[in-house]
């Protein structure tokens, strides 16, 4: 099991940019193939927003495309999100997760294929 907090979360204004952190410990670094970022909304399934894999391929929900930037460090202990140009619909409480190998990869989507997961840091969009 990793250990997982985030931070950097708040309130801005719709065009506003965010950026998240997360800091991992324990566990070891095959508990960490994939890291992500998810989101949910009271009364929504928690979403996938971006990944990271092992060799450092990322990959997008397509809503944020262009605007988010997921990166970590190559020890795997610090994963970040970068939000631009922020919408109102996007005011969410963000985790953090990690997971061991799964296959496809496509599936990282899937809440359910990562074990480990942050408290969440909160956003808020405002119009």
């Known amino acids: 099991q990793v250990d997982l907090v985030e931070s950097g979360g708040g309130s801005v204004q719709s065009g506003g940019n965010l950026t998240l952190s997360c800091t991992a410990s324990?566990?070891?670094?095959?508990?960490?193939?994939?890291m992500a970022w998810f989101r949910q909304t009271p009364g929504n399934e928690r979403e996938g927003v971006a990944v990271?894999?092992?060799?450092?391929?990322?990959n997008y929900a397509e809503s944020v495309k262009g605007r988010f930037t997921i990166s970590r460090d190559n020890a795997k202990t610090k994963l970040a999100l970068e939000m631009n140009m922020l919408v109102p619909e996007e005011t969410a409480m963000y985790y953090c997760?990690?997971?061991?190998?799964?296959?496809?990869?496509?599936?990282?989507?899937?809440?359910?294929?990562?074990?480990?997961w942050g408290k969440g840091t909160q956003v808020t969009v405002s119009s």
């Open positions: 990271i894999e092992a060799d450092g391929t990322t």
């Open positions: 324990g566990g070891s670094t095959y508990d960490r193939y994939y």
């Open positions: 997760a990690t997971a061991s190998f799964f296959w496809p990869t496509s599936d990282w989507t899937t809440p359910s294929n990562f074990a480990s």
